[in-house]
């Protein structure tokens, strides 16, 4: 793989209720979903444009360097609460979205446009901008159009789930989707049939926080995870690789690596020998291109959070990597599994050598007080030279990391 | 000079006493949402993740996380009103506990220990103030150690000294001549401290007598379902084996709702097993005849922000929060007071600490204007100007 060498191409506006999640369609799209269930999709073909796109404001803080704005091209409309995660079939044919509305949902990136509307997508910078007007001017000032875009609908509405569809993961083949709900419940998917494969559960006192399938898609990385009931009142983590065939239990990685470990008791004592390697919840998973290694990032609101890589057949910790002050959002391998990304709450992607666990760049910067900007989901392009990221406070950014 | 527990009339407290009126407080320290509990605000900005569900009152909606609850609205009358003065921890906590404010001069008893004075039993083998779980001791105030608080660990545990691993006749032979030092030195001394010391020591001891009642594995197994299988429901169920043994007030707590980060994680973690707990509470106090008599006050010390910060957190708020009641002659199926839109502030009915307080003593039989004596300054139990919320009293 080429030297790292980020440079930030792309800072597309999504303001309004945060941006959760992000997903690459191809090399030249990406699709973004916010807590308000919105999904919108931003064709990034051609050049980065010089300032700020028609109809949108210019961010007073903008530099030089942060990338151009364009408006979307597509919002996708179906989901009713906040989009988990998105991920994508490698040839970018095929979107996927996990949401809190119980329901996960297939969208065709090549499917006809439904209707068309205006949105905007720059209510913060407007109402920010709107306090210097005349009081008389503002409500005319908030009420201008925004920018319009077609409207789409799902191809198919996966419904196994009774609960906030916390995790979604895909196969490399993109054959297999799995996916997890706050009540404990993990569905294998055949996408292309659009049916379950398979079903397990977890301990009904946790919830399914992260969910991977191997490249094969025939083995399964779950993280369980619940916040205390209270102080005293802790229900143990879980971190199993599953058999998606026969929903068998083949690992617990946990046990191996914590041997005192108890996952039936909820006591003070006993969550003291697993707080410090689990901190806020093991909330996200990855697993290498060659299945060898897995990832997990250590979330929360924590001191730092870091990433665990485990050797996924043994569960033997390989090294710990990157560290986010307050906790990791999202973790991914690069395709050729040499580079692990990892983004957090302290506004920034992380970007981490496997071999030695050394950190070769940070994308962004802290913004924010004491508690940072979350930078929440990212992805990596199927020709993996660019990284996307999705920024709580209104943006989706896109760097160009390999040449 | 403390007049605090003797300008009261010893008649009074008697009839009291004979309604046999008792109180369970929930404790939701650190400040539960009334955002994911009673006062959603679906479609604004303020509303957060979860999703409101109906409940078995019409038009009346609660959140997501309170199934069980939704189900028992008929036995509830939730304020949505709350307005309160002191927005931290210790200032809250000590709020709404006392209903005044924390001052340097007077020491304001607990509502706990306000009961235990006017519903207690003098002799009783038991504690009549016990809280399981304590977050806060402001005690007894101006009232007098002999209505402290009796604290259990969170586990619902005796603490050390109030079990004995002395056989009894070495334990009667030791006390007799413990007694004995002490009376010689009330008699030189004249010290109301010795009389008070002597008073907790011989509680102390009459625990013995009913230290099974402590003791709820005997009970567990068939009322795990009742009360769901976590150290809430367990220490529920403390609660009500306490106030069927005629324990005035129990207090009952559950850490950990200072959301200012992770709030929707949080709450998703901690209302299940305390919306169970408290609908077995409450059906099982109903099935043994006991929540006609026995009043469920539900409450944190504060409610929180209508913003979402960027922790995905709320932070404290007083100006609109939300408590709730049941049982004890307290109307069900009744949401009293609103809040506007987006939860800012309330809009109609506010309701006060004092209000709160007053409004709870009525329902315990207690006049919320009586009053002691801090030095020669009346206190009333309820603070001055406090009015009772007659519409949630049957």
Redesign the interface.
């Known amino acids: 793989m080429p030297e790292v060498n980020p440079k930030q191409v792309w800072k597309l506006q999504f303001e309004g209720a945060w941006p959760t999640s992000v997903a690459f369609l191809g090399p030249g799209r990406v699709a973004a979903g916010n807590?308000d269930g919105q999904i919108f999709v931003w064709d990034l073909t051609d050049q980065p444009a010089a300032g700020p796109a028609e109809g949108e404001s210019d961010a007073k803080d903008k530099k030089d360097d942060e990338g151009a704005n364009v408006p979307p091209v597509r919002r996708l409309d179906g989901h009713t609460?906040?989009i988990s995660h998105l991920v994508s079939t490698n040839d970018g044919k095929l979107l996927v979205s996990a949401s809190?509305d119980h329901t996960v949902r297939i969208w065709e990136s090549d499917a006809s446009a439904t209707g068309n509307a205006d949105v905007v997508l720059d209510r913060t910078t407007r109402e920010r901008e709107s306090k210097r007007l005349p009081q008389d001017k503002r409500q005319e000032f908030l009420d201008r159009p925004g920018v319009a875009v077609e409207t789409q609908d799902a191809a198919a509405v996966l419904k196994g789930h009774a609960d906030w569809v916390n995790s979604l993961g895909i196969s490399r083949s993109g054959q297999r989707l799995i996916s997890g709900d706050?009540r404990s419940n993990v569905i294998v998917w055949d996408l292309e049939e659009r049916k379950e494969l398979s079903r397990w559960a977890g301990h009904s006192w946790n919830?399914i926080v992260a969910a991977a399938l191997s490249p094969d898609g025939q083995t399964a990385l779950v993280s369980e995870y619940?916040?205390?009931?209270?102080?005293?009142?802790l229900p143990a983590p879980g971190l199993k690789v599953w058999n998606v065939a026969d929903a068998a239990q083949k690992l617990d990685i946990l046990k191996v690596h914590i041997p005192k470990f108890d996952d039936q008791a909820?006591t003070y004592g006993a969550a003291s020998v697993w707080r410090k390697f689990i901190k806020?919840g093991l909330i996200t998973v990855d697993y290498s291109p060659d299945g060898s290694l897995v990832a997990v990032g250590q979330g929360?609101?924590t001191d730092t959070g870091q990433v665990h890589l485990f050797e996924a057949e043994t569960g033997k910790l390989v090294r710990t990597v990157s560290g986010h002050k307050y906790g990791v959002c999202d973790v991914r391998f690069t395709t050729d599994g040499k580079h692990v990304l990892s983004s957090g709450?302290d506004t920034t992607v992380r970007i981490c050598q496997v071999a030695d666990g050394k950190e070769v760049a940070a994308l962004g910067k802290g913004r924010?007080g004491q508690?940072?900007?979350?930078m929440h989901g990212i992805a990596i392009s199927p020709d993996a030279k660019m990284v996307a990221a999705a920024d709580?406070?209104g943006f989706v950014h896109v760097w160009q990391v390999w040449a | 000079m403390n007049w605090g527990s003797l300008f009261n009339s010893a008649s009074a407290a008697d009839e009291v006493q004979k309604q046999q009126k008792r109180c369970i407080l929930l404790w939701m320290n650190g400040g539960v949402s009334q955002f994911e509990t009673f006062d959603m605000k679906p479609g604004r900005p303020t509303g957060g993740q979860f999703r409101p569900v109906s409940t078995n009152l019409p038009g009346t909606q609660v959140c997501e996380l309170l199934p069980k609850i939704s189900q028992n609205m008929d036995k509830l009358a939730v304020i949505r009103s709350m307005r309160t003065s002191q927005v931290d921890h210790p200032g809250g906590i000590h709020l709404m506990h006392t209903g005044y404010a924390s001052t340097a001069n007077i020491r304001f008893p607990e509502m706990g220990a306000v009961v235990s004075k006017y519903l207690g039993q003098e002799r009783s083998d038991l504690p009549n103030f016990i809280k399981v779980f304590p977050h806060f001791n402001s005690g007894a105030g101006f009232l007098g150690p002999k209505y402290l608080p009796f604290s259990l660990s969170p586990e619902g545990r005796l603490p050390t000294f109030a079990t004995s691993s002395m056989k009894s006749h070495i334990e009667a032979r030791r006390n007799g001549l413990r007694s004995f030092v002490e009376d010689v030195y009330a008699r030189e001394h004249k010290a109301e401290i010795a009389r008070a010391h002597r008073e907790a020591y011989q509680s102390a001891r009459r625990l013995q007598n009913v230290h099974k009642v402590f003791n709820i594995d005997d009970e567990w197994d068939s009322n795990r379902e009742l009360y769901g299988d976590s150290a809430f429901g367990r220490r529920c169920l403390l609660a009500r084996r306490l106030i069927e043994e005629g324990v005035p007030f129990v207090e009952v707590g559950q850490s950990s709702y200072d959301s200012h980060a992770d709030n929707f994680v949080w709450h998703r973690s901690l209302l299940p097993p305390m919306e169970h707990a408290w609908v077995g509470l409450i059906t099982d106090l109903e099935q043994r005849g006991l929540l006609d008599n026995t009043l469920i006050v539900w409450m944190g010390e504060i409610g929180r922000t209508p913003r979402i910060n960027n922790r995905s957190g709320r932070d404290h708020y007083v100006r609109s929060w939300s408590t709730a009641l049941a049982g004890c002659g307290v109307k069900g199926g009744l949401v009293y007071g609103a809040s506007d839109e987006d939860g800012a502030d309330v809009k109609d009915d506010p309701v006060t600490e004092g209000d709160f307080f007053a409004t709870i003593y009525q329902a315990l039989g207690i006049d919320p204007e009586t009053e002691h004596y801090n030095g020669v300054r009346p206190i009333p139990i309820a603070p001055f100007g406090s009015e009772v919320v007659e519409d949630i009293l049957a």
């Open positions: 807590r609460n906040g809190l706050a919830g619940t916040y205390k009931r209270d102080d005293f009142d909820t806020g929360g609101e709450r924010g508690f940072k900007d979350w709580i406070a």
